[in-house]
């Protein structure tokens, strides 16, 4: 079955330090995104992908970048790890069509950050 | 994106409907309404989805007013797994894709 990972589960990590959330979907999706977690804040958008090649920038994007080099991955780094960082992050894919409906994203498991 | 605006907190009694309320006063005419829940830290699940006209599936209802700037997602019977954040997300069907998430509202079922 068609399905959305991430990689790894939980991290720990120490400030300052480079890292690499993974993030990979066999559904063929155009779409990835990239959420965090936290308390009082609900998710919150990071970086965003329609297609190969192209990122943009969410509503918290500092301190975060991610490349899509292929259709199924969109690893998320960050460059510099803070303890502000630490956090649940979240990996979601949606289909895009030319019919204008609304694609529905679907979510990972999550990986849990901490930053120390 | 309109924003949304949800209850923090309801109870609902296991085997009875529960109804949790949206309010997206700001919606326009091609944005959908987008229903999730979040079990535990899981990644969210979606739910259910409509435009204007009610929407039914295995999981859950959803109705929305004639003006749009309401919707009600409806459990017929709530089970204790039912238990979750539920959020309520409202976004445009052309170009832009992201979802903005608001806090949700925590459904307790109650034994």
């Known amino acids: 079955d068609a399905e959305i990972t991430q990689s790894p589960r939980h991290k720990i990590t120490e400030t300052g330090r480079q890292v690499t959330l993974a993030c990979h979907q066999t559904?063929?999706?155009?779409?990835m995104f990239w959420y965090r977690q936290d308390l009082g804040h609900g998710l919150r958008l990071i970086h965003y992908s329609y297609g190969v090649h192209d990122t943009n920038k969410g509503e918290v994007s500092d301190g975060y970048s991610v490349s899509r080099s292929n259709t199924e991955d969109l690893p998320l780094t960050l460059e510099s790890a803070a303890s502000s960082q630490t956090s649940v992050y979240f990996c979601?894919?949606?289909?895009?069509?030319?019919?204008?409906?609304?694609?529905?994203?679907?979510f990972g498991p999550g990986t849990r950050l901490l930053v120390l | 994106d309109a924003k949304t605006t949800q209850p923090t907190s309801m109870d609902c009694a296991e085997g009875r409907a529960a109804n949790l309320p949206c309010n997206h006063s700001t919606i326009s005419g091609n944005e959908y309404v987008y229903w999730y829940r979040q079990i535990h830290s899981q990644g969210p699940q979606y739910i259910i989805h409509?435009?204007?006209n009610n929407e039914t599936n295995e999981m859950a209802s959803l109705i929305i007013t004639e003006d749009r700037k309401s919707s009600t997602l409806i459990l017929p019977h709530a089970t204790l797994r039912d238990t979750a954040v539920y959020y309520c997300i409202v976004r445009a069907a052309y170009g832009t894709y992201k979802y903005i998430f608001g806090t949700g509202t925590r459904l307790k079922v109650l034994a």
């Open positions: 559904w063929n999706h155009n779409n």
């Open positions: 409509g435009l204007k």
């Open positions: 979601a894919s949606s289909e895009s069509s030319a019919s204008g409906r609304g694609e529905t994203q679907y």
